[in-house]
């Protein structure tokens, strides 16, 4: 690592947003973070590029979480009952009611190094597209754009960063799979594993990261 690296330091905000986990299909499972490939989109639709994707990192959490009921209309998954455009027939009851986990008072902090730094903090600034936080209807907020100088760390406070596997021994931090990319065709989907701590973390030895202050940084790139 070199001396230092300017980035630029992101504030986001959400009143409420859900992630599905992608390891439990037929369940809406929610995960307890953005994955970095619901962040990169959100970066994306502020700079107006498909498949913009540059080193991020992540600190994330939510002040509170629930169980809502939401309305879902199957499709018949071999085309048939065309009468309906495809949805399960009326016999069926033609829709579904399901519990979906959310999140709530979501609370995401993303460092940005260099000159996709400067690019997101332009275009966070004037959107090209609305700004989501996973869903269409989890409208996020921007509270704080700032520059920052990240210095290589060999301690630091973890926190609620997502951090590769082995960068800290927590004992708190659980292991998440993420998304790290999806191609705009959507036929290409890229997993990491990652470590997260659910009631935050101390200082502590921390590998390959940088600090921002106190607070532990890992720039995960694509």
């Keep these: 690592m070199s001396d230092a690296l300017p980035a630029v330091r992101v504030e ?8 599905r986990d992608p390891m439990f299909p037929g369940v809406t499972r929610c995960l307890p973070v953005p994955p970095l490939s619901t962040v990169r989109g959100l970066l994306a639709a502020a700079v107006g590029e498909l498949g913009y994707a540059p080193p991020v990192g992540i600190a994330a959490h939510a002040e509170g979480y629930g169980t809502d009921l939401e309305t879902y209309h199957p499709i018949s998954s071999d085309g048939s009952n065309p009468a309906v455009a495809g949805r399960v027939a009326a016999i069926k009851g033609g829709m579904t009611i399901r519990k979906r986990d959310f999140l709530a008072a979501v609370r995401v902090v993303l460092w940005v190094p260099g ?10 600034r004037r959107p090209v ?3 989501r936080l996973g869903r269409s209807q989890d409208v ?5 754009i700032r520059e920052v100088t990240l210095q290589p760390a060999t301690h630091a406070t973890v926190g609620y960063a997502v951090a590769p596997p082995h960068a800290h021994d927590l004992s708190p931090a659980s292991t998440l799979r993420l998304t790290t990319v999806v191609s705009p065709d959507r036929c290409d989907t890229r997993f ?4 997260w701590c659910p009631t935050g973390g101390g200082e502590t030895q921390v590998h390959d990261a940088w600090r921002d ?10």
């Excluded at 000159?115 to 966070?124: K, N, P």
């Excluded at 202050?213 to 694509?222: F, S, Y």
Aim: glycine content about 8%.
């Design 12 to 19: 986001l905000f959400a009143p409420v947003a859900s992630f």
């Design 115 to 124: 000159e996709d730094g400067q690019r997101v903090a332009r275009a966070l």
């Design 213 to 222: 202050g106190d607070q532990a940084v890992w720039l995960e790139t694509p």
């Design 140 to 144: 996020v907020h921007v509270v704080d």
């Design 129 to 131: 597209w609305p700004l």
């Design 192 to 195: 990491g594993t990652f470590l």
